[in-house]
């Protein structure tokens, strides 16, 4: 893959982590994994279809389901590497927000327990 390659996949991570999971919480509630079609959904509302379609669908599908939509994308990310690309480009203070309604164990910064100078 070359840097413009590399560069526009980057681009399209940022673009699903900062609208997907509040439009999959919105419209479906929080949760840790949702079906194909809700991603696909999910997408298709937010105009958020490219080449790199396959990171938005590992971010929020287990391995299994991922596995079985693969052959429909356009190309094909390992799972592992396409989540990991989707957990880089994250904004991290909306997204410990949904996560922590999601029932995640990881829990936002207590702004009032930081000493005042």
Known sequence: MNWISRMVMHHAARAYARSLPQELHADWGASTYYTVGQVRTALSRRHLTNRFVAIAYAAFLTEADYLAVAPELPVVIPYDLARG?????????????????????????????????
């Not at 909306?94 to 999601?102: D, E, I, R």
């Open 85 to 117: 690309v989707f957990e880089q480009a994250k904004p991290w203070p909306a997204w410990s927000t949904y996560q922590q309604s999601a029932g995640s164990s990881v829990s936002p910064v207590d702004v009032s327990a930081i000493d005042r100078f």
